[in-house]
Protein backbone atom coordinates (compact mmCIF):
# COMPACT_ATOMS: atom_id res chain seq x y z
CA UNK A 1 0.00 0.00 0.00
CA UNK A 2 1.46 3.70 -0.89
CA UNK A 3 1.74 5.07 2.09
CA UNK A 4 3.24 8.79 3.22
CA UNK A 5 4.72 9.62 6.29
CA UNK A 6 5.82 12.90 7.88
CA UNK A 7 7.77 13.72 10.93
CA UNK A 8 7.84 15.05 13.39
CA UNK A 9 3.95 16.11 13.28
CA UNK A 10 4.88 19.00 15.49
CA UNK A 11 8.08 21.37 15.99
CA UNK A 12 8.57 24.75 17.76
CA UNK A 13 11.69 26.71 16.93
CA UNK A 14 12.88 29.58 18.03
CA UNK A 15 13.75 32.24 15.44
CA UNK A 16 16.71 31.88 13.73
CA UNK A 17 16.52 28.09 14.78
CA UNK A 18 17.44 25.97 11.88
CA UNK A 19 15.87 22.32 11.69
CA UNK A 20 14.44 19.77 9.31
CA UNK A 21 10.88 18.27 8.47
CA UNK A 22 11.40 14.61 7.20
CA UNK A 23 8.64 13.11 4.44
CA UNK A 24 9.36 9.16 4.02
CA UNK A 25 7.44 7.42 1.67
CA UNK A 26 6.28 3.80 0.17
CA UNK A 27 5.48 3.69 -3.27
CA UNK A 28 7.32 1.61 -6.39
CA UNK A 29 8.69 3.97 -9.07
CA UNK A 30 8.67 7.57 -7.68
CA UNK A 31 7.67 9.87 -10.74
CA UNK A 32 7.85 13.07 -7.82
CA UNK A 33 7.46 14.29 -4.48
CA UNK A 34 5.20 17.69 -3.77
CA UNK A 35 5.55 20.04 -0.94
CA UNK A 36 2.63 22.07 0.16
CA UNK A 37 2.07 24.84 2.64
CA UNK A 38 -1.21 25.34 4.33
CA UNK A 39 -1.80 28.49 6.46
CA UNK A 40 -4.43 28.02 9.32
CA UNK A 41 -7.94 28.39 7.72
CA UNK A 42 -6.62 28.60 4.17
CA UNK A 43 -6.37 26.21 1.19
CA UNK A 44 -2.47 23.87 0.80
CA UNK A 45 -0.46 26.34 -1.24
CA UNK A 46 1.93 24.12 -3.62
CA UNK A 47 5.60 24.59 -2.63
CA UNK A 48 8.05 22.76 -4.50
CA UNK A 49 8.47 18.98 -6.88
CA UNK A 50 10.76 17.06 -7.03
CA UNK A 51 11.19 14.48 -9.53
CA UNK A 52 14.65 12.30 -8.73
CA UNK A 53 17.07 11.30 -5.84
CA UNK A 54 19.61 14.04 -5.73
CA UNK A 55 17.43 16.68 -6.62
CA UNK A 56 17.21 19.87 -4.43
CA UNK A 57 15.01 22.82 -4.77
CA UNK A 58 15.09 26.30 -3.18
CA UNK A 59 12.52 29.27 -2.16
CA UNK A 60 14.11 31.91 0.02
CA UNK A 61 14.63 29.71 3.68
CA UNK A 62 13.44 26.89 2.33
CA UNK A 63 15.22 24.06 0.62
CA UNK A 64 13.62 20.24 -0.58
CA UNK A 65 15.32 17.38 -0.83
CA UNK A 66 15.02 14.06 -2.22
CA UNK A 67 16.72 10.57 -1.34
CA UNK A 68 14.94 6.86 -2.78
CA UNK A 69 13.39 6.50 0.52
CA UNK A 70 12.70 10.86 1.75
CA UNK A 71 12.51 13.75 1.37
CA UNK A 72 13.76 16.52 3.67
CA UNK A 73 12.47 20.16 3.92
CA UNK A 74 14.98 22.23 5.23
CA UNK A 75 14.09 25.42 6.94
CA UNK A 76 17.24 28.00 7.54
CA UNK A 77 16.91 30.48 10.03
CA UNK A 78 13.14 30.34 10.27
CA UNK A 79 11.28 33.68 10.76
CA UNK A 80 7.46 33.85 12.58
CA UNK A 81 6.28 33.92 8.94
CA UNK A 82 7.42 30.61 8.76
CA UNK A 83 4.71 29.19 11.21
CA UNK A 84 2.50 26.72 9.16
CA UNK A 85 1.51 22.48 8.23
CA UNK A 86 3.93 21.55 5.94
CA UNK A 87 2.20 18.62 3.68
CA UNK A 88 3.96 16.16 1.35
CA UNK A 89 2.42 14.43 -1.42
CA UNK A 90 3.39 11.64 -3.80
CA UNK A 91 1.77 10.12 -6.88
CA UNK A 92 0.82 6.29 -6.12
CA UNK A 93 2.85 3.34 -7.63
CA UNK A 94 0.00 2.83 -9.84
CA UNK A 95 0.43 4.60 -13.33
CA UNK A 96 -2.62 6.85 -14.47
CA UNK A 97 -3.93 10.22 -13.16
CA UNK A 98 -4.43 8.76 -10.02
CA UNK A 99 -4.77 11.64 -7.17
CA UNK A 100 -1.59 12.50 -4.93
CA UNK A 101 -1.44 10.56 -1.55
CA UNK A 102 -0.90 13.26 1.11
CA UNK A 103 0.77 13.04 4.25
CA UNK A 104 -0.60 13.94 7.52
CA UNK A 105 1.33 17.02 7.43
CA UNK A 106 4.03 18.89 10.27
CA UNK A 107 2.64 21.51 12.36
CA UNK A 108 5.78 24.36 12.34
CA UNK A 109 5.78 26.95 15.14
CA UNK A 110 8.45 29.85 15.05
CA UNK A 111 8.66 31.63 18.09
CA UNK A 112 10.40 35.53 18.34
CA UNK B 1 -6.15 34.57 -13.01
CA UNK B 2 -8.70 33.46 -10.08
CA UNK B 3 -7.32 29.70 -9.87
CA UNK B 4 -9.91 27.50 -7.70
CA UNK B 5 -12.91 29.36 -6.35
CA UNK B 6 -15.18 27.32 -3.91
CA UNK B 7 -18.75 28.54 -2.17
CA UNK B 8 -19.79 29.20 -0.03
CA UNK B 9 -17.26 29.96 2.54
CA UNK B 10 -18.98 28.59 5.41
CA UNK B 11 -22.16 27.06 6.01
CA UNK B 12 -24.22 25.18 8.80
CA UNK B 13 -26.78 23.26 8.18
CA UNK B 14 -29.43 20.66 10.51
CA UNK B 15 -29.18 17.10 10.04
CA UNK B 16 -30.70 15.88 7.27
CA UNK B 17 -30.45 18.59 5.20
CA UNK B 18 -28.79 18.91 2.11
CA UNK B 19 -26.69 20.89 0.16
CA UNK B 20 -24.68 21.23 -2.45
CA UNK B 21 -20.71 22.74 -2.88
CA UNK B 22 -19.55 24.25 -5.77
CA UNK B 23 -16.31 24.67 -7.03
CA UNK B 24 -14.25 26.36 -10.41
CA UNK B 25 -10.78 26.41 -12.10
CA UNK B 26 -10.10 28.53 -14.53
CA UNK B 27 -6.70 26.86 -15.38
CA UNK B 28 -7.84 24.63 -17.76
CA UNK B 29 -7.49 21.44 -15.88
CA UNK B 30 -8.67 18.16 -16.67
CA UNK B 31 -8.94 16.75 -13.25
CA UNK B 32 -10.59 17.75 -10.19
CA UNK B 33 -10.97 17.07 -6.86
CA UNK B 34 -13.05 17.09 -3.72
CA UNK B 35 -11.12 16.18 -0.18
CA UNK B 36 -12.03 16.76 3.54
CA UNK B 37 -9.43 17.84 6.22
CA UNK B 38 -10.45 16.89 9.84
CA UNK B 39 -8.10 17.43 12.64
CA UNK B 40 -5.16 14.54 12.99
CA UNK B 41 -6.48 12.88 10.08
CA UNK B 42 -4.88 14.88 7.29
CA UNK B 43 -6.80 15.73 3.70
CA UNK B 44 -9.02 12.52 2.80
CA UNK B 45 -10.30 12.39 -1.04
CA UNK B 46 -13.80 11.62 -1.22
CA UNK B 47 -14.48 11.62 -5.20
CA UNK B 48 -12.26 12.95 -8.38
CA UNK B 49 -12.79 13.38 -11.76
CA UNK B 50 -10.14 12.31 -13.88
CA UNK B 51 -11.44 13.81 -16.93
CA UNK B 52 -14.49 15.83 -18.00
CA UNK B 53 -17.44 13.14 -17.95
CA UNK B 54 -15.98 10.66 -15.40
CA UNK B 55 -15.80 10.34 -11.71
CA UNK B 56 -14.46 8.15 -9.58
CA UNK B 57 -14.70 7.31 -5.63
CA UNK B 58 -11.77 8.16 -3.63
CA UNK B 59 -11.24 7.27 0.44
CA UNK B 60 -14.60 8.01 1.85
CA UNK B 61 -17.27 8.55 -0.78
CA UNK B 62 -20.15 7.55 1.43
CA UNK B 63 -22.72 10.25 1.97
CA UNK B 64 -21.32 12.21 -0.87
CA UNK B 65 -22.40 12.77 -4.42
CA UNK B 66 -20.68 14.45 -6.93
CA UNK B 67 -21.03 16.32 -10.50
CA UNK B 68 -18.22 17.43 -13.04
CA UNK B 69 -20.48 19.61 -14.42
CA UNK B 70 -17.65 20.64 -17.38
CA UNK B 71 -14.44 21.62 -17.62
CA UNK B 72 -14.11 23.88 -15.11
CA UNK B 73 -16.87 23.25 -12.29
CA UNK B 74 -16.84 20.11 -10.35
CA UNK B 75 -19.52 20.06 -7.39
CA UNK B 76 -20.01 17.94 -4.08
CA UNK B 77 -23.47 17.25 -2.99
CA UNK B 78 -24.43 16.03 0.56
CA UNK B 79 -27.76 14.41 0.33
CA UNK B 80 -28.62 13.80 4.24
CA UNK B 81 -26.22 15.93 6.02
CA UNK B 82 -24.96 14.18 9.55
CA UNK B 83 -22.66 15.80 11.93
CA UNK B 84 -19.79 13.15 11.01
CA UNK B 85 -19.39 15.40 7.88
CA UNK B 86 -18.54 18.24 9.83
CA UNK B 87 -15.70 19.03 8.31
CA UNK B 88 -13.18 21.66 5.85
CA UNK B 89 -13.80 20.89 2.13
CA UNK B 90 -11.25 21.55 -0.15
CA UNK B 91 -11.80 20.85 -4.00
CA UNK B 92 -8.48 21.05 -6.20
CA UNK B 93 -7.29 20.72 -10.08
CA UNK B 94 -4.47 19.17 -11.40
CA UNK B 95 -2.56 18.61 -14.99
CA UNK B 96 -1.29 15.48 -16.26
CA UNK B 97 2.67 16.96 -16.20
CA UNK B 98 5.93 14.66 -17.80
CA UNK B 99 5.54 10.74 -17.38
CA UNK B 100 1.90 11.38 -14.80
CA UNK B 101 3.58 13.54 -12.29
CA UNK B 102 1.31 16.33 -11.47
CA UNK B 103 1.21 19.07 -8.96
CA UNK B 104 -2.34 19.94 -7.54
CA UNK B 105 -4.23 23.50 -6.82
CA UNK B 106 -6.20 23.98 -4.02
CA UNK B 107 -9.01 26.31 -3.64
CA UNK B 108 -9.91 28.28 -0.15
CA UNK B 109 -11.83 25.77 1.28
CA UNK B 110 -15.55 25.63 2.73
CA UNK B 111 -16.05 25.04 6.50
CA UNK B 112 -19.17 23.29 7.36
CA UNK B 113 -20.85 22.36 10.20
CA UNK B 114 -23.55 20.26 10.72
CA UNK B 115 -25.73 20.37 14.31
Known amino acids: EDQVTQSPEALRLQEGESSSLNCSYTVSGLRGLFWYRQDPGKGPEFLFT???AGEEKEKERLKATLTKKESFLHITAPKPEDSATYLCAVPPGRSGNTPLVFGKGTRLSVIA | NAGVTQTPKFQVLKTGQSMTLQCAQD?????MYWYRQDPGMGLRLIYYSASEGTTDKGEVPNGYNVSRLNKREFSLRLESAAPSQTSVYFC??????????????FGPGTRLTVT
Open chain 2, 27 to 31: MNHNS
Open chain 1, 50 to 52: LYS
Open chain 2, 92 to 105: ASSEIGLAGWYEQY
